[in-house]
């Protein structure tokens, strides 16, 4: 194994001439002819292709012959590696937003703040969050999906790392902020980056991808349990209010008798600095070929295909010429060199409603693409309303009496184990005739609305924790299928601005469930969970009228 690998390397002067071979000789996955296919039967495939998907341009044929290319190359060691690093982008989101939920306690213990204005704490997470998938989401359609993909991991290890040095709450609030910075762009990167060089045989890859969502939390949800409970202030009597409050005088809650939530963070920061080095240095991600396609660089799009094949050690067909016999020849003029601030001027300038327009094209990729946008923002606040809250709503659970810190934590460790395996149903549910993306997701999200009506009527903690872990698996099981099927629905050029401004709806939705949290809790501590449960079921009816099915179809 090469160690180290220079991420700066281009792609476009690749020596990988073994990897071609005639378009008539080569190996052709799902053809059934004997003699392979020429380029009048590749042509004939195209077309009936682009009739089915209503569009028909230069970019679209060749997106389709380059679909074609990467599934005759088929699964291999490029995809397989790539599946695991673009899942730490899904498991560092959960992992971190778990990481502040799991924080609130024992920050407001040292900080002096009240149990209902700690929940502020996660507002400043999701201000990050929505400036980062609001801004990598479009970046990466100008800049690429490469630079995009390399930069969140390190800018939420970074901070990471800086905010287990938080000097007090509106310090450390200030740190989670820029961690969401970073954070907030994987989601929409990574699953458009992993999308565009998956062979359409295995598109199902893209649900069980997000089984990387509930590990982030199981990661954390452990970590917590061994830190928190051991290294915290008591949770009453002497030492339990904060030395801000007391004036410093002892015996008070103070920093050094307080470093549970510390070693938790530092932890997490430390471990998504590890993935960005894998990422960055043990992997040489080749850039998209259809943002290269659709930026003119068709040559280094098959170039890339080229590279492909070689690292699966397989062959292609695939060459610039095939490319424009069935897609046109391209007549792009190459872009005059610029000055930095020129540069910067005019990607400026592509930040507009241009990118969002063809989001429209057409009744019912219209109808979609504002039922994903309502789905996403539904389920953006009634997520957190919940999750975010999850270990107060543990802790106090109606019975009068607080329940144990140990007792919290390891019941919310034990939700985190049970949600793990509702990514790997949702991989095979997906696939399933007249059930499909849209059935599995409506199925899903139903039944986590139920259980979360259902936690509130029993005061006793084992039934909470039996109605919060069903809650947990039928809800992964939801995102699993949704995280798929956005991306799935949006065509390659715009991609990234369709996923990425539903990833930003997701997280402003997500930052009024704070402020929901704390003035509806005042009222009624069960209250968040209720508007919970009810967004939960407004996203079902939603997906109910969803007009276009994914399942068994090509992506542009």
């Given at each position: 194994?090469?160690?180290?690998?220079?991420?700066?390397?281009?792609?476009?002067?690749?020596?990988?001439?073994?990897?071609?071979?005639?378009?008539?000789q080569?190996?052709?996955?799902?053809?059934?002819?004997?003699?392979g296919i020429?380029?009048?039967?590749?042509k004939?495939?195209v077309?009936s292709?682009?009739?089915?998907?209503g569009?028909?341009?230069?970019y679209?044929?060749?997106?389709?012959?380059?679909?074609?290319a990467i599934?005759?190359?088929?699964?291999?060691?490029?995809?397989?590696?790539?599946?695991?690093?673009?899942?730490?982008?899904?498991?560092?989101?959960?992992?971190w937003?778990?990481?502040?939920?799991l924080?609130?306690?024992?920050?407001?213990?040292e900080f002096?703040?009240?149990?209902?204005?700690?929940?502020y704490?996660?507002?400043?997470?999701?201000?990050?969050?929505?400036?980062?998938?609001?801004?990598?989401?479009?970046?990466s359609?100008?800049?690429g999906r490469?630079?995009a993909?390399?930069?969140?991991?390190?800018?939420?290890?970074v901070?990471?790392?800086?905010?287990?040095?938080?000097?007090?709450?509106?310090?450390?609030?200030?740190?989670y902020?820029?961690?969401?910075?970073?954070?907030g762009?994987?989601?929409?990167v990574?699953?458009?980056?992993?999308?565009?060089?998956?062979?359409?045989?295995?598109?199902n890859?893209?649900t069980?991808?997000?089984?990387?969502?509930?590990?982030g939390?199981?990661?954390?949800?452990?970590?917590?349990?061994?830190?928190?409970?051991?290294?915290?202030?008591?949770?009453?009597?002497?030492?339990?209010?904060?030395?801000?409050?007391?004036?410093?005088?002892?015996?008070?809650?103070?920093?050094?008798?307080?470093?549970?939530?510390?070693?938790?963070?530092?932890?997490?920061g430390?471990?998504?600095?590890?993935m960005?080095?894998?990422r960055?240095?043990?992997?040489?991600?080749?850039e998209?070929?259809?943002?290269?396609?659709?930026?003119?660089?068709?040559?280094?799009?098959?170039a890339?295909?080229?590279?492909?094949?070689?690292?699966n050690?397989?062959?292609?067909?695939?060459?610039?010429d095939?490319?424009?016999?069935v897609?046109?020849?391209?007549?792009?003029?190459?872009d005059?060199?610029?000055g930095?601030?020129?540069?910067?001027k005019r990607n400026?300038?592509?930040f507009s409603?241009?990118?969002?327009?063809p989001?429209?094209?057409?009744?019912?990729l219209?109808?979609?693409?504002v039922l994903i946008?309502f789905?996403w923002?539904?389920?953006?606040?009634?997520y957190?309303l919940?999750n975010a809250?999850?270990?107060q709503?543990?802790a106090?659970?109606g019975?009068?009496q607080?329940?144990?810190?140990?007792?919290?934590?390891?019941n919310?460790?034990?939700?985190?184990?049970?949600?793990?395996?509702?990514?790997?149903?949702?991989?095979?549910?997906?696939?399933?005739?007249y059930?499909g993306?849209?059935g599995?997701m409506?199925?899903?999200?139903?039944?986590?609305?139920m259980f979360?009506?259902?936690?509130?009527?029993?005061?006793?903690s084992?039934?909470?924790?039996?109605?919060?872990?069903?809650?947990?698996?039928?809800?992964?099981i939801?995102?699993?299928?949704?995280?798929?099927?956005?991306?799935?629905v949006?065509?390659?050029?715009?991609?990234g601005?369709?996923?990425?401004?539903?990833?930003?709806l997701?997280?402003?939705?997500?930052?009024?469930?704070p402020?929901?949290a704390?003035?509806?809790g005042e009222?009624?501590?069960l209250?968040?969970?209720?508007a919970s449960?009810?967004?939960?079921?407004?996203?079902f009816?939603?997906?109910?009228?969803?007009?276009?099915?994914?399942r068994?179809?090509?992506s542009?």
């Amino acid at each position: 194994m090469q160690f180290f690998l220079n991420p700066f390397k281009k792609h476009d002067n690749l020596i990988v001439a073994d990897v071609l071979v005639p378009l008539e000789q080569a190996h052709h996955h799902g053809n059934k002819s004997e003699g392979g296919i020429t380029i009048e039967s590749l042509k004939a495939e195209v077309e009936s292709d682009l009739q089915a998907s209503g569009v028909d341009s230069a970019y679209d044929r060749k997106s389709k012959v380059i679909n074609r290319a990467i599934q005759d190359i088929g699964m291999g060691r490029y995809q397989w590696e790539l599946f695991v690093l673009c899942g730490f982008g899904w498991l560092a989101d959960n992992l971190w937003l778990q990481g502040v939920a799991l924080t609130l306690t024992p920050l407001a213990s040292e900080f002096g703040v009240s149990s209902t204005d700690v929940r502020y704490t996660t507002l400043s997470l999701f201000t990050g969050l929505c400036i980062g998938a609001s801004f990598w989401g479009t970046a990466s359609d100008i800049i690429g999906r490469r630079l995009a993909f390399n930069c969140t991991l390190f800018l939420a290890g970074v901070f990471g790392l800086a905010s287990g040095g938080g000097p007090n709450w509106i310090g450390t609030c200030a740190l989670y902020a820029c961690i969401g910075l970073g954070v907030g762009g994987n989601l929409p990167v990574d699953g458009a980056l992993f999308l565009e060089f998956l062979p359409f045989a295995s598109g199902n890859l893209l649900t069980l991808l997000s089984v990387f969502w509930p590990v982030g939390q199981l990661i954390s949800s452990l970590i917590a349990w061994g830190f928190i409970p051991n290294y915290s202030c008591p949770e009453s009597g002497d030492g339990s209010v904060s030395c801000n409050l007391t004036g410093g005088q002892e015996p008070c809650c103070s920093r050094d008798k307080n470093m549970g939530w510390r070693y938790l963070v530092l932890t997490l920061g430390a471990f998504t600095f590890v993935m960005f080095i894998l990422r960055f240095f043990f992997f040489h991600l080749y850039e998209s070929p259809k943002f290269l396609l659709s930026r003119g660089h068709q040559a280094e799009a098959v170039a890339v295909v080229h590279g492909i094949a070689h690292k699966n050690r397989a062959k292609t067909w695939l060459t610039v010429d095939i490319l424009e016999q069935v897609g046109g020849v391209s007549e792009v003029v190459e872009d005059e060199k610029l000055g930095t601030v020129e540069i910067v001027k005019r990607n400026l300038g592509k930040f507009s409603t241009d990118r969002i327009g063809p989001l429209f094209r057409g009744n019912r990729l219209a109808i979609t693409t504002v039922l994903i946008w309502f789905m996403w923002t539904t389920i953006g606040m009634g997520y957190p309303l919940f999750n975010a809250f999850l270990p107060q709503y543990l802790a106090n659970s109606g019975s009068g009496q607080p329940t144990a810190t140990n007792i919290v934590y390891r019941n919310y460790a034990i939700t985190s184990i049970v949600g793990v395996p509702g990514s790997i149903f949702a991989c095979y549910t997906v696939e399933i005739k007249y059930i499909g993306r849209k059935g599995t997701m409506a199925i899903a999200t139903a039944i986590s609305g139920m259980f979360l009506f259902l936690f509130t009527t029993s005061t006793d903690s084992n039934i909470q924790l039996v109605f919060s872990s069903l809650e947990a698996l039928f809800q992964n099981i939801m995102y699993g299928v949704l995280y798929a099927y956005t991306p799935e629905v949006f065509p390659a050029p715009n991609r990234g601005t369709g996923t990425g401004i539903a990833s930003f709806l997701n997280r402003v939705a997500g930052l009024c469930a704070p402020i929901v949290a704390v003035h509806a809790g005042e009222a009624n501590p069960l209250a968040p969970i209720y508007a919970s449960g009810g967004l939960f079921l407004a996203a079902f009816v939603a997906m109910c009228l969803l007009p276009i099915e994914t399942r068994g179809k090509q992506s542009l």
